[in-house]
């Protein structure tokens, strides 16, 4: 993407500063739009407990998700916040005559929440499933706030499957009805909904872990671990048996594998929900993760001339032999 010159105004001696590539495919790149939707989240975020959940769907019902790509995802967005929905103002209980009956909380309460795609397994196959970062905390229309720390597992499997089926099936159409009958009968506990609270060292660290692969490539450069010239071998280890393997494929393969999860340009694969999503009446009165004072100087941080200080310990922009301030004198594309 060219670069920039910079020269010396005391000793003439001249720098080349490269221009970031933005692409998905460049590890420090990746680096740097993570960071950056760390600090957006821990910005909006308030000083809370949250829960981290995995919503998955069976391998069975992977390929509708792949074309087309963005209109499923978004029906995937979509399942994964009607079931939150449902969950926090409805419930399901049977009357004397055994009929199962919806009930509808009389105070409408709003959680609060990001959700975050991965397209993709240790595997790198394509298996997009959502995790979301959700408050332990809910609000009425009351101007109320209150705990919420019970996440029932069950229901919110079963909510799941049946949300996202019927949205498929409207979607879809008569030609999903034979899927939609087999999965019902396959997954009788409904599809699976990991949502154990899951101890990280601290908020940030569980943003970390799941924005990680938001922006850069599905696999990190220390699992290729041999290229010949023809083929590619790459490892993993595997939630099921947590065993070790190795995969070796093509070169070309391998590129195919890897450009399966690029996706759409401006595609959002990190968004807000509930009282994350806009402003609310006691929006005021809630503590922030990140002190109004601080958010400032923490963005700036994330700067290039900033961040290559803190990890090099010199200005990039100054001279490396005189320590001297350099001009710029040419922009190059």
Not at 233 to 249: G, L
């Amino acid at each position: 993407m060219g670069c920039s010159l910079y020269e010396c105004p005391l000793c003439h001696d001249i720098i080349f500063v490269g221009h970031t590539c933005k692409s998905r495919f460049c590890s420090s790149c990746g680096y740097k739009y993570k960071n950056q939707r760390v600090e957006s989240i821990l910005q909006t975020a308030y000083n809370c407990n949250h829960r981290h959940i995995v919503f998955t769907i069976p391998e069975q019902l992977r390929k509708y998700f792949f074309f087309p790509f963005e209109r499923r995802i978004n029906l995937l967005f979509k399942a994964v916040r009607n079931t939150i929905y449902s969950i926090l103002n409805e419930s399901f209980k049977k009357n004397k005559k055994g009929i199962l009956k919806k009930y509808s909380s009389k105070i409408k309460y709003s959680p609060g929440f990001f959700a975050f795609l991965h397209t993709f397994g240790r595997d790198l196959k394509w298996n997009p499933h959502i995790h979301i970062l959700i408050a332990e905390i809910k609000l009425g229309n009351n101007n109320s706030c209150v705990p919420w720390n019970f996440f029932d597992y069950n229901a919110l499997s079963f909510r799941f499957q049946k949300i996202l089926l019927d949205l498929l099936s409207k979607d879809l159409g008569k030609s999903f009805k034979k899927d939609k009958n087999s999965l019902y009968n396959n997954y009788s506990k409904g599809f699976y909904v990991y949502a154990e609270p899951k101890k990280f060292k601290d908020f940030q660290s569980g943003v970390e872990y799941v924005t990680r692969y938001c922006g850069r490539v599905p696999i990190s450069e220390n699992r290729i671990i041999h290229y010949d010239g023809s083929n590619v071998t790459f490892s993993y280890i595997d939630h099921k048996d947590n065993k070790y393997h190795e995969v070796t494929v093509s070169a070309s393969q391998f590129i195919l594998i890897l450009l399966r999860h690029l996706l759409p340009s401006q595609f959002k694969i990190i968004r807000y929900y509930g009282f994350y999503r806009k402003k609310h009446p006691i929006h005021s009165k809630m503590i922030p993760l990140i002190k109004p004072h601080c958010r400032i100087f923490r963005k700036s941080l994330l700067k290039h001339q900033a961040n290559l200080s803190l990890s090099f310990n010199r200005d990039p922009y100054h001279c490396p032999k005189c320590d001297t301030k350099m001009d710029l004198v040419l922009y190059m594309n």
